[in-house]
């Protein structure tokens, strides 16, 4: 039986696998802050939240090699390795400042909560303020599983977070959906064999629909009754 299949008898997938940034928070405020706090201690000038808001994704490290580009410096491996403690002092202290849940975010998570489908978070984000963030705003515990940039050897677009999210939540790769808003998204779940649906305006700077995605919804409340999505997922034997 496909896993389309299998959605379309049981109604949803066995699970579902969530990212968090430009998925379900709005974190570039707050992302923002902290670069700009590492720019300015480094001479360096500062950026406006839109700016910052297509630089988010692959991780942290990502973050600091594009925004010190954006001000006129390359950095290598070794130099954006010397920023990231630094990065994640000023991070960590003002995460949940202006970070948001996106609109809807709650009644999906409720959703699907109530419909009894194991969820998890896999995020490019480091655990320890993924929690943090998680927390604050109440929704810990929605997820089963929550694996952050820093809890496996890889990042996304590496399946190997993804993996290791359904693994910790006892579900299966062939009955399990990604939902996200990036490429590193879509290759993680390419990667995993996973179908991803990815909602609009999230942090890529591209549009959604060019990211290769089996879906793309027009918000994140049409969720719901995109699962199965028309056109249908891809069949995976």
């Known amino acids: 039986m496909s896993l389309h299949e299998k959605e379309t008898s049981t109604g949803y997938p066995g699970a579902i696998v969530w990212d968090l940034d430009g ?9 923002a802050n902290a670069l700009n706090s590492l720019l300015t201690e480094k001479g360096k000038r500062t950026h406006t939240v839109d700016r910052v ?4 994704g692959a991780g942290v490290g990502k973050l600091i090699e594009r925004g010190f580009r954006a001000a006129g410096e390359s950095l290598d491996e070794s130099g954006i390795e010397a920023l990231l403690p630094q990065f994640m ?39 320890g303020v993924t929690k943090l963030i998680l927390d604050a705003l109440d929704i810990s ?19 190997l977070p993804l993996l290791t999210c359904i693994e910790e939540m006892s579900a299966r790769p062939d009955d399990t959906v990604m939902i996200g808003d990036s490429g590193a998204d879509v290759g993680a779940a390419r990667a995993a064999d996973v179908p991803v649906i990815l909602v609009p305006d999230g942090y890529t700077g591209v549009p959604a629909v060019s990211l290769g995605a089996d879906y793309v919804v027009g918000r994140l409340a049409d969720v719901p009754h995109s699962i199965p999505p028309h056109p249908p997922l891809r069949q995976s034997a």
């Not at 998925?23 to 992302?31: I, K, R």
């Open 23 to 31: 998925t379900l928070v709005d974190s570039a405020p707050d992302l």
């Open 53 to 56: 808001r297509p630089m988010i």
């Open 89 to 127: 002092e000023f991070y960590t202290a003002c995460a949940t400042q202006q970070t948001a849940l996106n609109p809807d975010a709650r009644f999906v998570l409720e959703h699907f909560y109530n419909a009894g489908i194991p969820q998890g978070l896999c995020t490019n984000k480091p655990i």
């Open 141 to 159: 515990g929605f997820f089963g599983s929550v694996v952050g940039g820093d809890s496996t050897s890889q990042r996304k677009p590496h399946p």
